[in-house]
C-alpha cells in the first residue's frame, strides 16, 4: 500500500469540555496512482482525515504512513487543494506557482517548471495576471498548478470545486482527469457529491457520520471516459444515495432533537 | 459637475467672502486679517526665506521622527502579535500609551533632553510609534489561515513562512498604519515646535503670534494644512488605494 491510514482517531473537546468522536478507527490503503474519493454527508471528519493525512492536522491515535514513511507534518511529497484557491494576491500566477519551488531550485528552472503546469491547466496565457482578475474557476486551477508544481507523489484536494457552477466543474473534472492520467499522481479525492466521485474515482469511500467512519468501500468497475456508461452511473449512483439516505437521514433527525431540547 | 470644478467654485466663494467682510470691517483685522494680508505674509516669509528654513526644519524632524516610529512601531506590532504574553502585558500598555497624545510627554522629554531638537523628535516618535504598533499587530493577527494553511502544505515554515506569506498578507494594514503614524506625527511636530524652540513651522507661528502678526499665523496654518492634505490624498491615499486593490480587497 502506497498509503496506510491505520486506526486514525480523532477526538475534539466541544464547549462543554466533552470529547467528542469525530474520525473512529479509521483503517484504508490507497495503492499508487489510484484515484480515491472520500465521500459522506457534512460533519462526517472527510475534511478533518485529509487534514491529518496532509499534516495540518494531528490525529488523536493511530498513524498515516505514505511511501514507507510516517507522516508528522506538512511535506512536498504531499500537494494540496482546497475549496478556495488560496492563492497569495500579491504574487502573480506564475510567481504564486513558484512559490513552493524557490528553495530548491534557480529562477530559471522553477519559472520553465511553475510555465509546464500552468500550460497543463490550460493558463499559459495568464502568467503575469493576479489571482483577483481571474474568475473562480481559473483561480483554482492555478491552485491546481501549484499543488503539481512541487512534484508531489500524492494529491490532496478538500472539495475543490465545491466553491464553482456547474458548467465550470464539469469542465474542470474532465482536466483533473486528463492531468491525473498524465501524471499518475496519487489523489484523495474530499466531496459530498456522488456524481462527482463516481465520474473522477477508481475506489468511492463511503463514511458515515457522529463518529466518523468508514461506512463502505466501493470499487468503480466503469470504463473511462465514463460518459459513455451513463446507466452504469447512475445505477452506482443510486445504490449510494441508497446507502447515503440512511445517515443523512440520522444528521437530520439529530438535528431536530437537538432543536426540540432547546 | 466635476469635483474640481465645486471644489473651485466653493473656494472661490469662501475667500469673496473673507475677502469682503475684511474690507467692509464686518472684523477687526486682528481678530482675522484680510487673505491679502495673508498672501503678503506668506511672500514676505518665502522672500526672507524664513518659511523655507521652518519648512526644512520640521520636514527634517518629521523624516527622522516617522523613520524611528515606523521602526520601533512595526517591531512592537511584530512581537506583540506573535507573543502572547507580551500581548497581554505589554499590549496593554501601547493601547493606554495610544490614548494619550504624545505632546504631554513633551515637559518629561525637555527633562531628558534639553529644550532642543531631540525633544521634539521624541515627542514625533511617541506620535506615531503606537498607531503602527497596532495597526500591523492586527494585519499580523488577520491573515488568513487558509495563506498559512496552504503555505505549510508547500514546505514553507517559521522564519520563510513569516517573510513570504505572513508579512506581505498584512501589508494593507501596515499602509494604513504608516498613514494614520504619519498623521499623528505631524500634529506632534506642530504642537512640539509650538511649545519649543526654531526654527520650525510650529516655532514661527507661535513667534508671529507673540508679535501680533496674526497674517503670518493664518499663513502659516494654511501651510500646515496644505501640507497634511497633499501628504495625505497624494502620497498615502494613493498607496493605499493601490496596495488594497493589488490584494483584491477593492475592486
Excluded at chain 1, 92 to 97: D, F, G
Excluded at chain 1, 225 to 242: C, F, N, T, W
Aim: net charge positive.
Amino acid at each position: 500500500m502506497f498509503i496506510e491510514i491505520n486506526n486514525v482517531h480523532k477526538q475534539y473537546a466541544d464547549k462543554n469540555n466533552h470529547q467528542v468522536d469525530i474520525l473512529k478507527d479509521i483503517n484504508l490503503g490507497v495503492n499508487k496512482g489510484e484515484f480515491v474519493s472520500i465521500l459522506g454527508p457534512s460533519g462526517c471528519g472527510k475534511s478533518t482525515l485529509l487534514s491529518i493525512v496532509a499534516g495540518l492536522t494531528p490525529a488523536t491515535g493511530g498513524e498515516i504512513i505514505a511511501d514507507g514513511k510516517r507522516i508528522e507534518k506538512p511535506g512536498k511529497d504531499r500537494g494540496m487543494v482546497f475549496q478556495q484557491a488560496a492563492l497569495f494576491p500579491w504574487l502573480t500566477v506564475l510567481e504564486n506557482v513558484i512559490f513552493p519551488l524557490k528553495k530548491e531550485m534557480t529562477k530559471k528552472q522553477a519559472e520553465a517548471e511553475a510555465k509546464k503546469y500552468l500550460q497543463m491547466v490550460q493558463l499559459g496565457n495568464y502568467i503575469s495576471h493576479y489571482p483577483h482578475e481571474l474568475s473562480g474557476g481559473m483561480q483554482q486551477r492555478v491552485a491546481i498548478a501549484r499543488a503539481l508544481a512541487m512534484n508531489p507523489d500524492i494529491l490532496l484536494m478538500d472539495e475543490p470545486f465545491g466553491a464553482l457552477d456547474e458548467q465550470t466543474r464539469s469542465r474542470l473534472h474532465d482536466q483533473l482527469e486528463t492531468i491525473w492520467t498524465e501524471t499518475q499522481k496519487t489523489i484523495l479525492f474530499v466531496t459530498h457529491s456522488i456524481s462527482e466521485s463516481i465520474k473522477l474515482s477508481d475506489r468511492i469511500i463511503v463514511m458515515g457520520t457522529k463518529p466518523g467512519i468508514i461506512l463502505k468501500d466501493i470499487k468503480v468497475d466503469i470504463p473511462r471516459p465514463r460518459q459513455q456508461h451513463k446507466k452504469a452511473m447512475v445505477e452506482l449512483e443510486e445504490y449510494i444515495m441508497g446507502f447515503l439516505k440512511k445517515e443523512i437521514d440520522k444528521v437530520v433527525r439529530e438535528e431536530l432533537a437537538h432543536e426540540s431540547n432547546n | 459637475m466635476n469635483p474640481t470644478i465645486k471644489r473651485i467654485i466653493f473656494f472661490a466663494v469662501l475667500i469673496t467672502f473673507w475677502y469682503t467682510g475684511s474690507k467692509l470691517e464686518w472684523w477687526l483685522p486682528i481678530i482675522l486679517p484680510s487673505p491679502e494680508k495673508v498672501l503678503e505674509a506668506l511672500v514676505i516669509g518665502f522672500e526672507d526665506k524664513t518659511l523655507i528654513y521652518d519648512l526644512i526644519a520640521s520636514f527634517k524632524r518629521l523624516a527622522v521622527g516617522l523613520g524611528i516610529s515606523l521602526v520601533i512601531g512595526s517591531a512592537l506590532g511584530v512581537l506583540l502579535a506573535k507573543s502572547k504574553t507580551a500581548d497581554e502585558t505589554l499590549g496593554t500598555v501601547v493601547l493606554a500609551l495610544q490614548s494619550v497624545p504624545s505632546i504631554v510627554w513633551l515637559p518629561l522629554a525637555i527633562m531628558w533632553f534639553g529644550m532642543n531638537e531631540k525633544a521634539v523628535i521624541f515627542v514625533v516618535v511617541l506620535g506615531g510609534t503606537f498607531v503602527m504598533t497596532l495597526n500591523l499587530r492586527m494585519g499580523i493577527k488577520n491573515v488568513s489561515p487558509l495563506y498559512i494553511k496552504a503555505a505549510r502544505t508547500m514546505g514553507s515554515t517559521g522564519w520563510d513562512l513569516f517573510r513570504r506569506v505572513i508579512f506581505p498578507a498584512s501589508i494593507p494594514y501596515a499602509v494604513t498604519g504608516a498613514r494614520l503614524a504619519w498623521a499623528f506625527a505631524w500634529r506632534a511636530l506642530m504642537a512640539g515646535e509650538l511649545l519649543s524652540t526654531g526654527p520650525g513651522l510650529g516655532y514661527t507661528l507661535r513667534y508671529a503670534s507673540d508679535f501680533g502678526n496674526m497674517a503670518l499665523v493664518i499663513g502659516v496654518m494654511i501651510i500646515i494644512g496644505v501640507i497634511g492634505t497633499i501628504v495625505d490624498q497624494l502620497i498615502f491615499q494613493r498607496i493605499e488605494k493601490s496596495v488594497l486593490q493589488r490584494w483584491g480587497l477593492e475592486s
